[in-house]
C-alpha cells in the first residue's frame, strides 16, 4: 500500500510539473503573439514565478491598462530580483504606480531611469499658476462595450476611431474587434448622433484611426496597420502602421495610397494636418528618432509629392513615447509623452514657435493614465481629448478658460477636471429618491463652512447628481433639490449666499459605468448621489443657477 501512495505522489508531482511548463510554455505563446490578456491568464496558473514570468506578466497587465495588477506584480519583480533588471521596467513600475496615485515612490524610480531630479509635489504646486488655461470635462457618450479615441474634426462633424464594429476580427491585444473609422455629429452638451462609419474605400479589417482632413474635407489622412508582422524591441511580432491619404470625388472616398515614407519595418502614425494643408505632422519610430516613437513634421508639396520628415528635436521628443501631434489653427503643437515630466503614463503637452519647449497642460486635464488625442478649436475654446483613466479608452469634450490663479488650496475632480475642495470626501452622498441632508454628511459640509471662512476670496459651485433610475427629468429635478439642499446648509451655516452658485445634472455625469437602471448594485448607484463642491472664482458657464433662482424654482 505504501508504494502505492509513493507512485501516486510522484505521479501527481509529475502532472503538476507538466501543467506548470505547459502554463509557461502557453504563457510565452500569447506573450509573443501580444495577445496579453490570455498571456496573462496562462502566467498567472504558474505557482513559482521566475524573473522572466513576473516581467511579462508586469507587461501583460501594464500593456492592457490593468495598472494595479501591473504594480503589484512589478513589485514583487523588484523585491526578488531588484539588482538584475531592465531599466524598462523600472519605467513602466513608475508609471503603474503614477496611476494608483503613490507619486513620491514612482519619481525615486523615474528619476532612476531619466536621471533627472524630478521632485512632483514641486512641479505639480508650480505647473498650477504657470499654465495658461484650466479645463472642465465631460465624457462624450458611454461605450461600455468598446474603445473610442483619436477623435478630429471634419467641417461640422467629427470622426473618431472605434472598436465598436462587431463584424470585425477580434485584436488579440485587447479582445475587441479591430479599429474603424466613424464620422458623426456632437452638439454643445456633447450628445452624439447620426453615426456613419466610413465605406469600405477607408475602413477593412485591420486597425483605422486617427483621421485628419484638409479645410474643405476633401483630403484624408489615416492610420491603417500593415499586414507584415515584424518583432519589435521586446521581441514581439507586431504589425506597424502606415499613414494613408484619399481624396473624396463626387462624395466618395477614393485615390486611397500609402504615403511614401511609410513602412514595414516601422510605424508613421497619427496625422495631423495644418490649416493651409502644406505641412503633415506625425509620430514614428523610423531609425533616427530620439527614444521610442518621436514627433516629426513633412512637407505636403502642392504637386503631391513629399519632403523629407524632419524630427522636431529635443524640445518635444524625449528618450520615450511621444505620439498623438495636433497643430492647431493658431499653429500650437498639442502632443502627448511618457517623457517629459508629468502625472504618470501618457500626458497632453503643448509647443510653439520654434519647438524648443514644451509644457505640460496641467492636473485640470492630466490624469496618472493615458490622457492622449487632444484636439482643439482655438477660437472656440473648445475641443476633445481622449482618456482611459475609467479603465477603457474612451472620449472627452472639454471647455477651458484662462487660468486664473487661485491662491487656496484645491484638487482636482478626474470626473470633470474642476478645482475641488481639498476636504475629506469632497462629496456628500443622499439616499436613494432623496434630496434631504444625510446625518453623516454634516461633517462634511461643516468642513466645507470651515475653509470658506479660512478662504474668503473663494466662491464656491454645488454641483449635484443623480443615478440612472429614473426618467432624464425625473432626475434632473431631483438633482436641482439636492443642490437647493446643500446649498441651504451652507447659508444656514454662515456662507453669504453671494459666495455660492449651483446647478442640476441630473445623470448625465455618472462616475463610473452604471449609465442605466439593472445593470449595477446598488454601492455601484450610490457614488452617482453626490453633491460636489467646486471652486467657482472663474465666470459661470451657461446654465449655472445662482441661489436664488435655485430657491424660486423649489
Given at each position: ?56 506578466l508586469g507587461d501583460s497587465y501594464f500593456f492592457t491598462n490593468q495598472m494595479k495588477n501591473a504594480a503589484e506584480v512589478y513589485e514583487l519583480l523588484f523585491l526578488r530580483h531588484e539588482g538584475n533588471i531592465d531599466a524598462e521596467y523600472k519605467f513602466r513600475y513608475a508609471n503603474a504606480l503614477m496611476a494608483a496615485g503613490n507619486y513620491v515612490k514612482a519619481y525615486n524610480y523615474m528619476n532612476e531611469v531619466t536621471g533627472k531630479n524630478w521632485d512632483f509635489e514641486k512641479f505639480s504646486k508650480e505647473l498650477d499658476t504657470a499654465v495658461p488655461h484650466k479645463f472642465k470635462y465631460d465624457q462624450v457618450m458611454n461605450n461600455q462595450s468598446s474603445s473610442d479615441f483619436g477623435i478630429g474634426f471634419y467641417g461640422d462633424r467629427v470622426a473618431f476611431a472605434s472598436t465598436r464594429n462587431q463584424e470585425r476580427p477580434i485584436y488579440p491585444w485587447n ?380
Open positions: 500500500m505504501k508504494k502505492i501512495y509513493i507512485t501516486l505522489l510522484i505521479l501527481l508531482i509529475s502532472i503538476t510539473a507538466f501543467a506548470q511548463k505547459s502554463a509557461v510554455k502557453e504563457g510565452d505563446r500569447y506573450f509573443a503573439q501580444a495577445a496579453y490578456i490570455d498571456a496573462a491568464d496562462a502566467y498567472e496558473k504558474v505557482n513559482d514565478k521566475t524573473q522572466h514570468i513576473l516581467q511579462n479582445k475587441l474587434p479591430t479599429l474603424d473609422l466613424y464620422n458623426a455629429k456632437i452638439d454643445s452638451t456633447g450628445k452624439v448622433s447620426d453615426i456613419i462609419l466610413f465605406s469600405d474605400a477607408i475602413n477593412t479589417d485591420a486597425h483605422e484611426s486617427s483621421a485628419t482632413f484638409n479645410q474643405d474635407g476633401t483630403v484624408m489622412f489615416f492610420d491603417r496597420t500593415n499586414d507584415k508582422r515584424v518583432k519589435n524591441e521586446e521581441d514581439v511580432r507586431v504589425a506597424n502602421i502606415s499613414i494613408y491619404r484619399a481624396e473624396k470625388v463626387n462624395g466618395k472616398w477614393t485615390n486611397v495610397k500609402k504615403l511614401p515614407f511609410s513602412s514595414e519595418e516601422y510605424s508613421v502614425e497619427h496625422p495631423s494636418l495644418s490649416a493651409d494643408g502644406k505641412k503633415l505632422y506625425f509620430a514614428s519610430d523610423m531609425p533616427g528618432t530620439t527614444g521610442s516613437f518621436d514627433i516629426y513634421v513633412v512637407d505636403v508639396n502642392e504637386d503631391g509629392t513629399y519632403g523629407t520628415p524632419q524630427n522636431l528635436g529635443p524640445g518635444v521628443n524625449t528618450p520615450h513615447r511621444e505620439q498623438f501631434p495636433f497643430i492647431s489653427d493658431a499653429g500650437v503643437l498639442y502632443f502627448t509623452s511618457d517623457g517629459h515630466e508629468g502625472f504618470g503614463n501618457l500626458d497632453i503637452y503643448r509647443s510653439e514657435g520654434d519647438f524648443s519647449e514644451s509644457q505640460n497642460l496641467g492636473r485640470s486635464i492630466n490624469s496618472g493614465n493615458d490622457d492622449f488625442a487632444f484636439v482643439i478649436k482655438e477660437g472656440q475654446e473648445k475641443g476633445f481629448f481622449a482618456s482611459n483613466r475609467r479603465g477603457s479608452d474612451n472620449l472627452y469634450q472639454f471647455t477651458r478658460e484662462e487660468n486664473e490663479v487661485i491662491k487656496a488650496p484645491v484638487v482636482t475632480d478626474e470626473t470633470s477636471g474642476q478645482d475641488i475642495i481639498p476636504i475629506d470626501g469632497s462629496k456628500i452622498y443622499f439616499d436613494f429618491d432623496k434630496a434631504t441632508i444625510k446625518p453623516e454628511s454634516k461633517p462634511v459640509l461643516d468642513s466645507v463652512v470651515t475653509y470658506m471662512n479660512e478662504n474668503p476670496e473663494i466662491k464656491v459651485k454645488v454641483e449635484s447628481h443623480a443615478d440612472a433610475r429614473g426618467s432624464d427629468a425625473y432626475n434632473m429635478a431631483l438633482s436641482k433639490r439636492r443642490a437647493a439642499s446643500t446649498v441651504k446648509y451652507l447659508v444656514e451655516h454662515g456662507i453669504d449666499k453671494s459666495r455660492l452658485t449651483s446647478e442640476g445634472y441630473g445623470e448625465n455625469r455618472p462616475v463610473n459605468d452604471c449609465t442605466k437602471p439593472g445593470i449595477c448594485t446598488e454601492a455601484q448607484y450610490a457614488k452617482n448621489r453626490r453633491s460636489v463642491f467646486v471652486v467657482s472664482n472663474r465666470k459661470s458657464s451657461d446654465g449655472t443657477k445662482d441661489v436664488n433662482d435655485m430657491e424660486n424654482e423649489n
